[in-house]
Every structure is written in C-alpha cells, then in structure tokens.
Nanobody, 130 residues
C-alpha cells in the first residue's frame, strides 16, 4: 500500500526559502514518477514539478523555473522541493503525488495534470507574506 507524507511547510516572508519533503512508503522510488502540485483557495490544483526516479526532472511550471528545484534522496525514500525566492503567489497547499512509469510515458511532452497521478499525500501549507 503506497503512502505519501509531506512535511516542511510553514510561513515565510517574500524572498525566503523553504524545503518541502515527501516521504514514501509501500514501494521503492525506482521506476516511479513523482511530482509536486499546489492548490490555492478557489483555484485548480496545478502541477509544480516532476521527476522520474533516478533521472533528471521532467517538468517545471513556468512560474517556478529558476526558483524551485525537485530532487530525490533514494536512501531516505524521499523527494524534495527546494523553494527559493518565494513570492506571495506561491501561497498554497502543496501536495506530493506518485504514478507509474507508464503514466510518465503517456504524459511525455505536455504539462502534468492531477489525473496523471494515482497516489497523493495529505498536503502541507505554504504561506508567503510580504
């Protein structure tokens, strides 16, 4: 049974940094597609970043390129989202998600969507103030 658990959210001033973590259990990160999404009140859940375990990132939203970095620590069964130069518009609940390699393969060349992913964490809140 796959379980995902996010941590690392909090409140920070604009220009600051946060590092989110997503711990996975029930499967190995090998051959797994991992992603971060975020959802602000009144807005649809949007993809932030994704990577295929053991490989380079496959996707970054235009709004976070150059500021956010997705990475993996296999020894800790954890995927990270390093968020630098945070802006108020980054305020949202952040979710990690996982999917199969087959799902990754089908989604190549386009933006990630929530329907690409079958497993989700509970979310962690990020608030960026001026």
């Amino acid at each position: 049974q796959v379980q995902l658990a996010e941590s690392g959210g909090g409140s920070v001033q604009a220009g600051g940094s946060l590092r989110l973590s997503c711990a996975a259990s029930g499967y190995t990160f090998s051959r797994t597609w991992l992603a971060w999404f975020r959802e602000a009140p009144g807005k649809e859940r949007e993809g932030v970043a994704a990577l295929l375990a053991g490989e380079s990132p496959t996707y970054y939203a235009d709004s976070v390129k150059g500021r956010f970095t997705i990475s993996q620590d296999n020894t800790k069964d954890t995927v990270f989202l390093q968020m630098d130069n945070l802006k108020p518009e980054d305020t949202a609940t952040y979710y990690c998600a996982s999917a199969s390699y087959a799902s990754y393969y089908r989604a190549r060349g386009r933006a990630i969507t929530p329907t690409d992913f079958g497993y989700w964490g509970q979310g962690t809140q990020v608030t960026v103030s001026l």
